[in-house]
């Protein structure tokens, strides 16, 4: 038995060899990391509202902005397992805007001045619906064209008219950044977003008031967020060191027949296992 099982590890020993030699760029699998993130202190954005307002008097427009507070984790999965990565995943993004009251004038006319209206938010959210992927370029920089993102807010209307309610609606928008890796930190800054259309819900209206539409434009230069990041562990990095290679492999080997590398937990380290493993393989 014991010369048996030699034979047996010989065979899949030079197999291995041949197979790798020839053919191991065909079976690298792309290992990931993951990078779990979230707002630095310091992190605001410059929020540019546009109210457009239709009302027994028509309808008219104007413009508003207020730097606020952003608070909120981001998430991404990150491949290869190590950098410079080429492919990310945007798994988590939610982005807590600070309330500000935003002031309008509406109905302007000259010598008899204009309604005015302020709009109060709080517990504004900007969140990602569904995970996204974007190429990581050269310089780190990342674009997730589409992503659907969910907008939360409460608000209340004072001046001409008054008025309170809540509002949701999703968007689909465009996110990017750049991704700067130091050491086992993660830091994604330059955060670029698409301005947010929220309709105010017809039923929660001020009096006299048809219809409201807020363009939400959030400036993200000045919001930056940091984190870990480190290698998604996988059964067949058998030695743990974040990549799946030779040592793998001989550590496998060596172990063949036993429960020693046994990926797959049937309790032997056979084929199975060995499959495993090349598919897995980052090199």
Same mark, same amino acid.
């Given at each position: ?12 020993? +030079? ?21 779990? @993130? ?17 009302? &027994? ?61 302020? +709009? ?7 969140? @990602? ?23 939360? &807010? ?24 750049? +991704? ?57 990095? +058998? ?45």
């Amino acid at each position: 038995m014991p010369r048996l099982l030699h034979r047996s590890r010989r065979s899949i020993t +030079l197999f291995a060899i041949g197979f790798l030699s020839s053919t191991w760029v065909a079976v690298a699998a792309s290992a990931t990391s993951t990078a779990v @993130l979230a707002t630095t202190p310091t992190s605001t954005a410059i929020i540019t509202i546009r109210m457009d307002i239709t009302t &027994s008097l028509g309808s008219s427009s104007d413009t508003d902005t207020q730097t606020v507070t952003v608070t909120g984790p981001a998430q991404m999965v990150l491949s290869p397992n190590l950098p410079p990565w080429a492919m990310s995943d945007l798994t988590q993004l939610d982005l807590a805007l600070g309330g500000a009251t935003y002031s309008f004038d509406f109905f302007c006319i000259p010598f008899f001045g204009c309604q005015h209206l302020d +709009l109060t938010l709080s517990n504004m959210r900007i969140t @990602l619906v569904s995970p996204t992927s974007s190429p990581v370029s050269t310089t780190g920089g990342v674009f997730y064209p589409n992503g659907q993102y969910a907008v939360h &807010s409460d608000y209340v209307f004072s001046g001409f008219t008054s008025g309170a309610g809540s509002s949701d609606t999703v968007n689909p928008s465009d996110f990017g950044a750049r +991704l700067t890796p130091s050491g086992s930190t993660l830091t994604l800054d330059q955060c670029q977003i698409s301005a947010q259309v929220v309709q105010i819900p017809p039923e929660s209206l001020p009096s006299g008031v048809s219809a409201v539409t807020l363009t939400i434009t959030p400036n993200l230069a000045n919001t930056r967020f940091t984190g870990p990041w480190a290698p998604d562990t996988h059964p067949a990095d +058998l030695n743990g060191d974040g990549a799946i290679d030779g040592i793998d492999l001989a550590t496998m080997l060596s172990a063949w027949g036993t429960a020693g590398a046994d990926i797959n937990g049937d309790g032997t380290t056979d084929g199975v296992d060995f499959a495993t493993l090349l598919s897995a393989w980052t090199g």
